[in-house]
């Protein structure tokens, strides 16, 4: 009789699942094909009402619990993280039946070197949407992309493109949790971690 198959996720042991999530989310920022490449990105309205969206996934950071995505400073979400700067990330695989949540402080910076380092490190094509004259969101008076009318069928040059500088900002989330629900027909498996200055700290849950 052969062994039956590996689990797609350590069952028993915190410290491989620990490196498992970080290797996964590592993975997710590279490959535009991974499911985690896109989670759902929650945030608290003004009125208190909670809001989520898709958005990618462009850097982790192990240690630091770093969580870096892109957005337009004029977006909602924006106005959120300044009324109340935390969030809230949402991902699931449906192939390794992962799901994890990540929690901590969050902030837009707009003006400030990492956002001048993401923006340097932005290609043209995807500075693309941060030059729409109004604000994402906005009412429009007819079907639009909200696009400069010449940038609509074509990427933008270089020099064009940095008419979307002031309108590009980064979403940092600080991470102080992860929390991970593993789906197996031999039993699920659910656990957190909380970063403190000794860094991760792991414990199983109830699923
Ligand atoms: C696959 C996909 C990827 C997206 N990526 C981003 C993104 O990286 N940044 C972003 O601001 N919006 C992204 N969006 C659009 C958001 O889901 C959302 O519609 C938009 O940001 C406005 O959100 P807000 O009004 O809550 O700020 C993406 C949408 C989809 C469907």
């Known amino acids: ?27 997710a920022v590279r490959d535009r094909r991974s499911p985690w490449h896109t989670p759902a990105v929650a945030t608290t309205a003004p009125d208190g009402a909670p809001r989520a969206r898709i958005m990618v996934l462009r850097a982790v950071d192990r ?3 770093l969580f870096r995505l892109h957005t337009d400073a004029r977006a909602a979400k924006a106005a ?27 902030r837009v910076e707009t003006a400030t070197p990492a956002a ?30 909200g696009l400069p009318p010449e940038l609509e069928s074509r990427e933008p040059t270089p020099a064009e493109s940095e008419a979307g500088r002031p309108h590009f900002a980064i979403l940092l989330v600080e991470s102080v949790r992860l ?29």
């Open 116 to 145: 001048d380092l993401a923006w340097a490190a932005t290609r043209p094509f995807s500075r693309r949407c941060y030059t729409a004259p109004h604000p994402p969101g906005s009412t429009a008076p007819a079907p639009t992309s």
């Open 63 to 65: 240690s630091s619990g």
């Open 179 to 207: 929390e991970f629900l593993f789906l197996a027909v031999t039993g699920h498996r659910r656990g957190c971690f909380d970063r403190s200055e000794a860094g991760w700290q792991g414990r199983w849950l109830i699923p």
């Open 80 to 106: 959120d993280l300044a009324a109340t700067p935390r969030a809230a990330l949402l991902f699931y695989d449906p192939g390794a039946k992962l799901q994890l949540r990540v929690e901590g402080p969050a």
């Open 1 to 27: 009789m052969s062994a039956p198959p590996a689990p797609l996720f350590p069952l028993d042991d915190l410290a491989q699942a620990e490196t498992a999530l970080w290797s996964r989310l590592g993975r």
